[in-house]
């Protein structure tokens, strides 16, 4: 309608429609790498603290060369223990009974707030570990 004047398209705003596509689409980054590449190891523990032990750096005694070329410097692999407080993640929604019932099927809403809030807290919980980590 970029053609038609300014008034002419505010006449017409009453007769045009507004279309909805699909469902609510993500624009937040929601993808979490750090416990995908940590490994997801679980075992139940009780007390204070827990104490691992890590490999944390490679030899750097590891190297290409060509003839008559000097090797590298010896290296060794190295090692830490790191301790960790015990801790745990919360997170709290809230929602209304009228916002439940108003988003109660698809064609009043395009998700149902109960679980929109949950999905997102779940994701948000997900991230907030990932900064921790």
Do not use: C, W
């Not at 979490?32 to 691992?52: A, C, K, Y």
Request: no cysteine.
């Amino acid at each position: 309608m970029a053609f038609l004047g300014a008034s002419v398209a505010s006449t017409l705003s009453g007769v045009l429609k507004d279309v909805y596509l699909g469902s609510v689409v993500e624009q937040l980054n929601n993808e979490v790498l750090i416990p995908q590449r940590i490994g997801r190891e679980s075992q139940d523990f009780s007390g204070n603290q827990v104490v691992l032990s890590v490999h944390k750096q490679r030899s750097a005694g590891v190297f290409a060369r060509g003839e008559n070329v000097q090797f590298a410097n010896p290296g060794a692999q190295l090692y830490a223990k790191p301790v960790y407080d015990i801790k745990a993640l919360y997170g709290r929604v809230r929602i209304t009974g009228l916002g439940r019932v108003k988003t109660a099927t698809q064609a009043g809403a395009f998700l149902k707030v109960l679980e929109g809030e949950i999905n997102g807290m779940r994701n948000d919980l997900k991230m907030d570990l990932a900064r921790q980590l």
